[in-house]
């Protein structure tokens, strides 16, 4: 059967100090009242039946989830007591679900994305079922055409086509995040050449235990012995005993890199041509909010903005009045107990004024 995995693990430090450890990014309903989490969610319907959807995330916001998503079954949640990144993640619930339903074909996603048209994303999502339901050795992820010279992006290098396959090709490499200089010649080698790795993926549950036994044996041992605990009264103590120490490295290092290397198997990228949006920091949040004449992005019931551009103003704080005069391309994020006022090029480092937030003043600021 078709299964859908949603990771909402992410703890959105780029979008301090609205993101906090007991409310991450991924359940704050900041875009048009929704979270990124129920829109991700919303955004499988009829692509796979609510019963077949699974989320990952840590334990600790399992009741926030839920009430996020009151139609999430009860063993359609797999909490994590601690992150050990996207191969465990994934590993986890790949050995969950292949339990219960030997034949599973899992779609990966993130919890942080955001996808237009919807009709066009399920189209190519199933796509990418077909070919691994004809293929099962054949791991599939797919690549977003770049609109620039991203730095912030890891990039598909791609090869020769997948017999059937539709417009599926296979992945040369996968490219790091690159610096200036190198993202200019990817962009500038065209989509037919390069891709941005969206971090989504479709593959047959069995096939990818297979790999990560072969390829992270630690880790197909724990991941195993969590699974034949599940459902049983030894379950959360097994859970506990593991997890931990699982060695926390990412699916792309751990089973695509090689896996793109590997004979037996086949990684193959489908391109997503379509409007894509990776909600990781202020300034692509921004490019969610309305903006008014001078270029700033509005997101705050009371402002007063004069003399000012390019900036973004937030609040989540509805009776707060945010004043700004004099000033261009600013994030000014408001909370009740903590505000972030940085110029628009210091964004990637918001992540590090939290860390210093949390070091110096506590952890009812993180």
Not at 15 to 37: H, N, T, V
């Amino acid at each position: 059967m078709r299964h859908a995995l949603i990771i909402a693990g992410g703890s959105g430090t780029r979008l301090w100090p609205m993101s906090r450890a007991g409310l991450p990014k991924q359940l704050i309903p900041f875009i048009g009242g929704k979270s990124l989490l129920q829109i991700s969610f919303d955004r499988l319907e009829g692509l796979t039946p609510i019963e077949q959807r699974h989320v990952c995330a840590n334990q600790g916001q399992e009741a926030l989830i839920r009430a996020a998503l009151p139609a999430l079954g009860g063993e359609q949640f797999l909490g994590e007591p601690v992150g050990r990144d996207t191969l465990n993640a994934v590993g986890f619930a790949a050995a969950v679900i292949a339990r219960q339903d030997p034949e599973a074909v899992i779609a990966v996603f993130t919890a942080d994305h955001l996808i237009e048209p919807v009709d066009r994303f399920q189209a190519i999502v199933k796509a990418g079922f077909e070919l691994v339901e004809k293929q099962p050795q054949t791991l599939v992820t797919f690549g977003i055409q770049p609109t620039g010279p991203a730095t912030g992006y890891g990039y598909l290098q791609l090869g020769a086509p997948i017999a059937d396959g539709a417009s599926a090709r296979r992945v040369g490499q996968f490219r790091e995040k690159p610096d200036e200089t190198t993202a200019q010649e990817y962009f500038k080698a065209g989509p037919d050449q390069y891709l941005w790795n969206s971090g989504m993926f479709v593959w047959k549950a069995t096939t990818l235990l297979d790999c990560i036994r072969r390829y992270e044996p630690q880790s197909y041992e724990g991941l195993n012995k969590i699974s034949e605990a599940w459902g049983t009264p030894k379950y959360a103590e097994r859970l506990m005993e593991v997890y931990p120490g699982l060695r926390k490295i990412s699916v792309d290092f751990a089973v695509m890199e090689p896996a793109s290397r590997d004979p037996k198997l086949a990684v193959a990228a489908i391109p997503m041509p379509l409007q894509w949006l990776d909600v990781g920091s202020w300034p692509s949040f921004a490019q969610t909010c309305p903006h008014d004449a001078q270029g700033n992005a509005i997101a705050a019931q009371k402002q007063l903005l004069q003399n000012t551009s390019g900036s973004l103003i937030a609040s989540s704080d509805s009776n707060h009045l945010i004043a700004v005069m004099g000033c261009q391309d600013l994030i000014v994020i408001h909370t009740p107990n903590a505000t972030l006022i940085c110029h628009a090029s210091q964004a990637e480092r918001i992540k590090e004024m939290q860390a210093r937030a949390g070091a110096q003043f506590g952890g009812q600021y993180v």
